[in-house]
């Protein structure tokens, strides 16, 4: 079983449905030529100039360098995230296998040992996102070998049997033994290190354990064998690897760690009673997928302010392929590039990305452009709607038409009075936005669980709905109107607290209003803390609080108040005030994207693209071919067909021909007799119906019919075509019968 047995190839994948094969890097040609040969649209990087080659160079070379100055920082600073969120999950299965072991070798002389042996065991839990297990089981390796463990790496593809899971194991823990142990060893060893053939057994490892392992050094070192895909392996190999293991685990210390990617039911599945009794096992939770990505989000899309952002249908896309895909933190940072490189390959106004520095300090600052902006890219400015609008309120509110005529006209007022000014606007709005996820951020730590959102969903609804429309908005000012006194003020002091350590400049265009929210927040604390400043001035009260009779909404509205009935009036009025202002600040702090300027440059927005080229669709693709072979062969014959003879459309309603043309590919042909069909196809019945749809055209040419043997070879191989496509699949049932497995597009 354990022989007949195929381990996945690098194209069995259950979450990615398309592959790059890249040509060989070598070549035959010489090196001069092949230098020579070398398309130009790759001596700068693949950067090519714009506008129909009308780019200044410098521009070209601009675009390039802002891309490697961005993509490289970025870049490590998320696979630090990813390496600083999975390392608690490492830590604790290193904790682990360290502790192991210890209470057996901690047993007194003299006590009975146990009937039987158990082997330390720990499964580890890392998601169904297989594409990143190679880079955490490396890093667990890593950290391992650091301890002074001889751990050992294994695949499925490469240990499809005992004797090859044995070899592959004894090479790499061998290896890590003392270089110098084994160079001095005894006869024995020399002996077997000399033989031209090398048994690989556990008895091997069991010798050279004892001759490179003093006293100290067995007691804190392991043996620690990693099964990376534990679902891959065969399981009649794992099982007696097990079983061999167990027996050698009192003189020899192994760990097995076992890599899950699905569930603990398939160590049930893949392994006898026998076997899981001989495990200790512990199970560790190595799938952190979630926190990755929302360290990612929280550090790229929030707080690195001077990098490229996405708009909602963007960051839509980019999410939905990590939630509803694969879990993948590789494919996130992938189509992250994609998009990045997307900007800057083909947008000319990427150069402005130059004007933006950000400080040692987090800081985000404006500075000159380093290049002179073409007349084409200073007139696409122009053509913004942001730059329209905020060119209109700035005539509406000054009333100076000679700025707008420069704004118009001059391309250096342009760049150096206007777009500052822009880009000051928008790096105070994102500040703003910050600060306004930070504030939702600290509210949601006093509500209850239920109502608290990760930040990837905080973000999405940032940039993706209004304040008032968005339910959870709604949801979070419910909880806060319900809230009394003390937890009011603890709330202020928090949000005042977090106000205070924002990093903004200018709070004049940090919001939308030009609220200076640390003194909204202040003036909020202070109003609890004397409410009857909220007394008009004219109103004569008798120097007690006023109190009213509560009905049934105001219970509702505040339950507090059916233990609390010391509130008055004006602290309830004060309450009703300090929400309105909270509301208030996370409106302004929260306005959509679009209210920025030059929104349509730094918010990358071509969700499109993205779901096509990471979201591909194999069986649409297909399908379309062989329905649309015309636009796809691009041949006279097929396009001849899809109008009469007087010129007349003969096309269906939706724009494809259904007529089966002799002048077709023959897996087209049959790919159409097929979709006549219902779920079982006559294989006589499908054969004739081709046949007579050759024969007809070639009657007509040649003036005799082709031969039948032809025909039929011709069609048997369009049937394979279709089975190995996936349209159609035989069945026992009847054996002259088809199953068809594909209905509509």
């Not at 044995?166 to 270089?179: A, F, H, N, T, Y």
Request: with cysteine.
């Amino acid at each position: 079983m354990a022989d007949a047995y195929k381990p996945m190839d690098a194209f069995d994948s259950m979450t990615e449905s398309t592959f790059i094969l890249k040509p060989p890097l070598a070549s035959k040609q010489p090196a001069a030529k092949r230098g020579a040969s070398r398309p130009p649209a790759f001596a700068n990087g693949g950067f090519v100039p714009l506008f129909q080659g009308k780019e200044p160079v410098e521009s070209m070379e601009l675009r390039q360098k802002l891309f490697n100055e961005m993509w490289e920082p970025l870049e490590q600073l998320l696979v630090d995230t990813e390496r600083q969120v999975n390392q608690v999950g490492v830590s604790d299965v290193c904790s682990y296998v360290n502790s192991s072991y210890t209470r057996v070798e901690s047993v007194e002389k003299g006590q009975l040992d146990q009937p039987f042996a158990e082997m330390s065991t720990a499964v580890a839990f890392a998601g169904v996102n297989t594409g990143d297990h190679s880079k955490l089981f490396e890093s667990l390796q890593a950290q391992l070998a650091a301890g002074g463990h001889h751990v050992a790496l294994l695949e499925s593809q490469y240990c499809t049997s005992l004797a090859g899971m044995l070899k592959c194991m004894l090479d790499q823990v061998l290896g890590s033994l003392d270089e110098g142990q084994r160079a001095t060893g005894n006869t024995r060893t020399t002996a077997i290190a000399g033989a031209k053939t090398i048994s690989y057994d556990m008895g091997l490892l069991k010798l050279r354990w004892d001759e490179a392992s003093d006293g100290a050094n067995s007691r804190s070192s392991r043996v620690v064998v990693i099964l990376q895909d534990f679902e891959g392996f065969a399981p009649m190999v794992v099982d007696d690897f097990v079983r061999i293991a167990t027996s050698y685990c009192q003189s020899v210390p192994i760990v097995v760690v076992l890599g899950l990617a699905t569930s603990y039911e398939s160590i049930h599945q893949s392994l006898t009673k026998a076997s899981i009794s001989m495990l200790n096992v512990e199970k560790f939770n190595l799938q952190r997928s979630k926190e990755c990505i929302d360290a990612a989000i929280q550090s790229v899309f929030i707080r690195a302010t001077d990098t490229l952002s996405f708009g909602a249908e963007a960051y839509k896309s980019l999410l939905d392929q990590f939630l509803l895909y694969n879990f993948s933190i590789t494919s996130f940072v992938k189509k992250l590039k994609f998009a990045a490189m997307d900007f800057f390959y083909a947008h000319p106004l990427s150069v402005l990305a130059s004007m933006l520095q950000c400080s040692a300090g987090g800081v985000l600052s404006v500075r000159d452009c380093p290049i002179r902006l073409s007349p084409e890219q200073a007139e696409l400015i122009r053509m913004q709607k942001s730059v329209q609008r905020f060119l209109e309120q700035q005539l509406e509110d000054t009333g100076d038409r000679n700025r707008f005529r420069l704004a118009l006209s001059n391309d250096d007022y342009l760049q150096k009075t206007v777009l500052p000014q822009l880009l000051r606007r928008l790096v105070s709005f994102r500040a703003g936005y910050c600060l306004g996820i930070d504030l939702v951020t600290a509210l949601q730590e006093m509500v209850p669980e239920s109502l608290q959102k990760p930040i990837r969903t905080l973000h999405y609804y940032g940039i993706g709905q209004r304040f008032d429309d968005c339910a959870h908005w709604k949801a979070l000012s419910a909880v806060m109107r319900r809230m009394k006194a003390s937890d009011m003020e603890r709330l202020l002091a928090r949000l005042g607290d977090v106000a205070d350590a924002a990093a903004i400049v200018d709070w004049d265009f940090a919001t939308k209003d030009g609220l200076d929210i640390p003194q909204l927040l202040r003036q909020s604390k202070a109003l609890l803390t004397n409410p009857e400043a909220l007394a008009k001035p004219g109103s004569t009260d008798s120097g007690e609080p006023s109190k009213r009779i509560r009905t049934r909404t105001d219970m509702e509205n505040r339950p507090f108040l059916l233990f609390d009935s010391s509130s008055s009036d004006q602290m309830l009025s004060a309450l009703d005030k300090c929400c309105a202002n909270i509301e208030t600040i996370l409106r302004a702090c929260l306005s959509p994207y679009q209210s920025a300027p030059l929104y349509e440059v730094f918010y990358y927005k071509h969700s499109l693209l993205l779901d096509t080229t990471f979201s591909a669709q194999p069986r649409a693709a297909v399908q379309a071919a062989l329905g649309k072979t015309a636009y796809y062969i691009d041949c006279d014959c097929c396009k001849a067909v899809t109008c009469d003879s007087d010129g007349s459309d003969m096309a269906s309603e939706d724009g494809d021909d259904q007529r089966v043309m002799p002048s077709m590919h023959d897996t087209s042909i049959a790919y159409r007799l097929h979709q006549e069909c219902g779920r079982m196809i006559n294989l006589y019945d499908w054969h004739s119906a081709f046949s007579s749809v050759v024969e007809g055209e070639s009657s007509k040419e040649r003036g005799s019919l082709p031969c039948q043997r032809a025909i039929q070879a011709r069609f048997m191989r369009a049937v394979e075509e279709m089975r190995l496509l996936g349209f159609i699949k035989s069945t026992q049932r009847k054996t002259d019968h088809v199953i068809r497995l594909t209905w509509g597009m």
